[in-house]
């Protein structure tokens, strides 16, 4: 069993649903960075999702592709991003790490480096989010067979035709995107994500977690209630780059995460 389905089947037991926090690695630097991502468990996080900074972030708003300029200017790299969930192990072998990003960044480094790596490094999912599943020999599978999940986004555009192929080799759970655009604009709505929500879990027994769109322990509250989880992203980056504290930043990420397990 997986991290992701340990802690799945751990949520169930408890009766809880699951909350996800992305934070960008080496936002606002690589030290502040690291503070955070060990800060997150203990703020309540379940799963981290971690940016891996690329200079074209092409489904990430302005708050996320600012964050992953500070952390290219400050010198992050896919080796240094690598290096968080390292840290992370020394203390914490059961929160699931999952890396998000683009291609480019794994490509440059090959793929099987970059798996070797990340199964050393204690990595337990990926979301590439420009490897559609006709590319699934390029990593996807390769991840699969390494140990590793690979999670796949639906989209409000993802139509029955379209859905099966994107189940197809997904695994750990599926991350629904709840508005159509990019990352920390519109506003995710209950209502009309909860159709959508049953009408993938008609088609899989994977976990569906819903992200973009969700700025407060509210909103948080209400699309957990409706999936299995929520991530909040955009928010509490935005946080970071006000320069808030590492101890504000972990409390706003608490409420969320209060508000999740509420759902």
Do not use: W
Request: charged content about 20%.
């Amino acid at each position: 069993m997986s991290r992701i389905d340990a802690k799945f089947a751990q949520l169930r037991a408890e009766g809880k649903k699951a909350f996800v926090a992305y934070v960008m690695a080496g936002d606002p630097n690589y030290d502040i960075g690291l503070d955070i991502v060990k800060g997150l468990p203990g703020a309540g996080v379940d799963i981290i999702e971690l940016g891996m900074p690329f200079t074209d972030p092409m489904a990430d708003g302005i708050t996320i592709q600012l964050a992953g300029q500070r952390a290219l200017e400050g010198g992050q790299t896919l080796e240094k991003t690598l290096q968080y969930a390292r840290e992370l192990r020394k203390t914490d072998d059961t929160t699931p790490i999952v890396m998000m990003g683009y291609y480019n960044p794994i490509y440059s480094r090959g793929v099987d480096r970059f798996l070797s790596d990340a199964v050393a490094a204690g990595i337990d999912g990926l979301i590439i989010v420009d490897l559609p599943p006709e590319e699934d020999d390029e990593l996807c599978i390769p991840a699969q067979a390494a140990g590793i999940n690979f999670i796949r986004l639906a989209t409000p555009t993802t139509d029955d035709k379209r859905l099966p192929k994107v189940l197809q080799n997904t695994s750990g759970f599926v991350y629904y995107v709840s508005v159509t655009g990019i990352t920390g604009t519109a506003e995710a709505q209950a209502a009309d994500v909860a159709p959508e929500v049953a009408r993938i879990k008609a088609k899989t027994n994977l976990p569906v977690i819903v992200g973009f769109g969700i700025k407060t322990p509210a909103a948080a509250e209400n699309i957990a209630s409706i999936a299995d989880g929520a991530v909040v992203g955009s928010a509490i980056v935005d946080r970071i780059a006000n320069g808030d504290s590492l101890a504000d930043v972990l409390a706003f990420v608490k409420t969320l995460s209060d508000g999740a397990h509420r759902g």
